[in-house]
């Protein structure tokens, strides 16, 4: 992240996300990490907070929703790469609810 130079992931944990495009995804970690020089993928669980109140996200990680696979098929669930440890690990989360 610092580098800001593509590298490829170990993330040989879980089942992965597949080959789709047009996918929404968001990185949820807590900002004080994320801004901190010292930030890792791999190690984000040893970076410190200078905040006391944060707001905590279950599981911290890129979370990834939707997209199109090569042969027109559309998706509508959610995948985690959880990230704090090497290998990091993809994440099927149980989703309740109508889907959008």
């Known amino acids: ?5 593509w590298e490829p992931l170990d993330a040989s944990k879980g089942s992965p996300l ?3 495009a ?5 990185i949820v970690v807590n900002s004080d990490k994320f801004l901190h020089k010292n930030f890792d993928i791999y190690r984000s ?3 410190p907070t ?4 944060t707001n905590k996200s279950k599981i911290e990680g890129v ?12 998706y509508s669930d959610m995948k985690i790469l959880r990230i704090g440890k090497k ?13 959008p």
């Open 1 to 5: 992240l610092i580098s800001l130079k």
């Open 18 to 20: 597949g080959a789709v």
């Open 22 to 26: 047009y996918h929404s995804c968001a």
């Open 45 to 47: 669980n040893e970076v």
């Open 50 to 53: 200078t905040r006391s109140n």
């Open 63 to 74: 979370y990834f929703f939707g997209g199109i696979d090569q042969y027109n098929n559309n």
């Open 87 to 99: 290998p990091c690990e993809w994440i099927t989360p149980k989703i309740d609810g109508r889907p």
